[in-house]
Every structure is written in C-alpha cells, then in structure tokens.
C-alpha cells in the first residue's frame, strides 16, 4: 500500500492567493483527518470526515480555511485568502473503522509558507 | 476533556543507554493510548498503543510503553539507544467526547548522542 498521499510537499504563496492542499487516504479507509503543526501550537485537528461526511470542523480556524472530501479516494484543504500566519505544515491521516482503535496513518505533509 | 503532558520538551541520551520519554494523561474513564514518531520532514508513525490487558506493551524498533493507572502514566522506553531513534516523539489519547479522534501532546525530542 502506498500509505496517505499528499501534494504539493512544499507550497510557497505570496499572502492573499488561494492555496489548494490535496489527500489521498488509504484505499478502504473510512475516517480522513486534517491536521496543522506549528511550533507554536504543535499539532491541531482541523476537521475530520467520516465516509465523505465532516463530522467535526470545530478546529478549522476561521471562514478562510475551508475542506472537502467528494469521494472516498481524495479530500482537498483550501485557504482563500492565505495569510502568513497560515504557514505551518498540514498533515493528512486515515483511519478504518475496522482497524485497531482510533490508530491513524499520517502523510508525509505539505509545508506551507506564505510571504 | 481528555489531555495528554510530555513534560520534557528534549530528551537527551548517549546511544547504548535506556531511554525514557514520559506522558502522563488525563481521562474519565479507561484511556486508549499512543506514541507516535516523527523523523525530520515525514509524517507521524504509529509506534504502539494501549487498549486494555498488560500494562507493559512492546511496539515497533524495539520501543515499548509502560501503563501505570495510578500514576496515570504513559512512558516510552527503550533498553538501548540507537543514533536512529533521534526524532520528535507524541504521545496521545483518544477523544473521549464520542469524536473518532485523537489528543497530542506537545512532542518530546528525542537525541541520541554517538
């Protein structure tokens, strides 16, 4: 298997343009997480889905940050506009209902910098 | 709400010697535990859990954990350290809220000296 897939692995955007994040989950995995790291505030749960659904987006920081999953293959986490405090590195993880309980399988991440 | 606290921001240890990273926990209820690793630009990896059963549980690369209830302690370790084992350690527990979800703690690193 080839593990969580993210593009791009690094994104550099000048403040004000729109930035498109992109997943691919674990084929047959049912749960897609959304996370951001920074030194500042280590690892955040943005939002998770369940079968396509969003079942919690209580993390995403604001209307700018939003996030989609049109099937069970790929899931998209886009901010419009960026700003620089938006720099970080996004980590996408799934998970299966069927696995051993609540064990996530991260991605490599996309390192974001905006200027 | 449920938390986890790596007390220790870095962890330093001569390679060949016992390491130990701590996490203490704070849950209602019996807690599922973790320990994730992160090598430099990569994502997090599943190293070992605990659901229920022993309280000593052994993981990937040779590192296990140790349940403690009353201490409500979650520590990592390893008999001898390898250079290899230099990363960013989490511990984390899981959401007890009904989300599907897990709490990380803030990281420890880890630094195995030749």
């Known amino acids: 298997d080839a593990g969580v897939i993210q593009s791009p692995r690094h994104e550099v955007t000048e403040m004000g343009q729109e930035v498109t994040l992109r997943c691919k989950p674990i084929?047959?995995?049912?749960?897609l997480f959304w996370y951001r790291q920074t030194m500042m505030r280590g690892l955040e749960l943005l939002i998770y889905f369940n079968n396509n659904v969003p079942i919690d987006d209580s993390g995403m920081p604001e209307d700018r940050f939003s996030a989609k999953m049109p099937n069970a293959s790929f899931s998209t986490l886009k901010i419009q506009p960026s700003e620089p405090r938006d720099s970080a590195v996004y980590f996408c993880?799934?998970?299966?209902?069927?696995?051993?309980?609540?064990?996530?399988?991260f991605g490599p991440g996309t390192r974001l910098t905006v200027t | 709400a449920q938390s986890v606290a790596q007390p220790e921001d870095q962890v330093n240890v001569a390679e060949g010697n016992p390491l130990t990273v701590k996490c203490t926990y704070s849950?209602?209820?019996?807690?599922?535990l973790f320990w994730y690793v992160q090598y430099p630009n990569r994502g997090l990896q599943f190293l070992l859990k605990?659901?229920?059963?022993?309280?000593l549980v052994k993981g990937s690369y040779g590192f296990e954990a140790e349940f403690n209830k009353s201490q409500t302690s979650f520590h990592l370790k390893k008999p001898s350290a390898l250079v290899s084992d230099s990363a960013l350690y989490f511990c984390?527990?899981?959401?007890?809220?009904?989300?599907?979800?897990?709490?990380f703690g803030s990281g420890t690193r880890l630094q195995v000296q030749p």
């Open positions: 993880a799934s998970s299966s209902t069927d696995s051993s309980f609540y064990e996530q399988y």
């Open positions: 084929s047959g995995h049912d749960y």
């Open positions: 984390a527990v899981r959401d007890m809220t009904g989300r599907r979800a897990l709490t």
């Open positions: 605990y659901i229920t059963g022993d309280n």
């Open positions: 849950v209602s209820g019996n807690p599922y």
